[in-house]
């Protein structure tokens, strides 16, 4: 495992990605109850991948380090009527390497992130974060977002019981 | 005015509606800052609805009663690696006609948009709301909505400093 990191590259996540992504995912308290990260995947992964990667509004970030993934967000860029029509962009699915928080490569990924809302034109970047993640809103908000919304989530009919939206 | 209201139609939006939209996202007190309803309406509307229109993961639903538009809503079907591959529906851009608050219609679109949601494979509907609108809070936990997680947003680039997030 890389440490100090030099140099991360921030790239578009290919199809090879997706295990490496996976186990990101699953290395975390809630995560953990929600992916299976196992040989081989479940095609529901590829299959999410293939749908993330033909869309153009949406862009798979990955964080490599040392030549191993270390990093992960989505961008979904989304046109609205509001604000005299406009674009947004939201984060979802964000996880850093569970050895390399608190190194300053959370802050690069979001700054990274943040740059490239800009140059897709959008006005506003949103995400949600659950509220069982104090130490994510506080990483948030000294990136200058303000929790000024709720985050109202609705399970439906695919939402195994177990699964905590 | 239609009331009462007998036979809403829920419907996706064209581009005959967008002056229709843009009246009700002004008709509000956080909209009325943000929108410009008047004669020509600014083109960036027509733009935004034409990339709306354009992508097949982003539905414009409005309702018609007696022949008007009396209310809105945006959903967006997105692809995620996370929940083991899987799709989720955001809701943004609400809005009923201020004469018809209260009167069952914003539950009759939420009830098409969750069934919609559902149609689309989603295992999860969600949205941010103002946390300077208690009334909509409520209402989306009436709908079975859990306010699990803060909505946060970061103004960017493009945003006028009037606007609040």
């Known amino acids: 495992m890389p440490s100090p990191v030099t140099q991360p590259v921030f790239r578009r996540a290919t199809g090879d990605d997706v295990p490496h992504i996976v186990r990101l995912l699953a290395d975390d308290p809630l995560g953990a109850k929600r992916e299976r990260y196992e040989t081989p995947l479940p095609t529901s992964y590829d299959e999410a991948f293939a749908a993330?990667?033909?869309?153009?509004?949406?862009?798979?970030?990955?964080?490599?380090?040392?030549?191993?993934v270390v990093g992960v967000l989505q961008l979904t860029f989304i046109p609205y009527l509001t604000y005299r029509g406009s674009w947004?962009?939201?984060?979802?699915?964000?996880?850093?390497?569970?050895?390399?928080?608190?190194?300053?490569?959370?802050?690069?990924?979001?700054?990274?992130?943040?740059?490239?809302?800009?140059?897709?034109?959008?006005h506003l970047l949103q995400l949600t974060t659950d509220k069982m993640r104090p130490d994510a809103i506080r990483f948030y908000e000294s990136l200058g977002f303000v929790a000024s919304h709720e985050g109202m989530k609705l399970p439906l009919q695919g939402s195994p019981d177990a699964w905590r939206p």
């Open 52 to 68: 993330i990667d033909a869309d153009p509004n949406n862009e798979l970030v990955v964080v490599e380090a040392n030549g191993q």
């Open 88 to 122: 947004r962009a939201l984060i979802e699915g964000v996880r850093i390497d569970s050895r390399l928080r608190s190194s300053g490569l959370g802050r690069r990924l979001f700054e990274w992130a943040i740059a490239r809302a800009n140059e897709r034109g959008c």
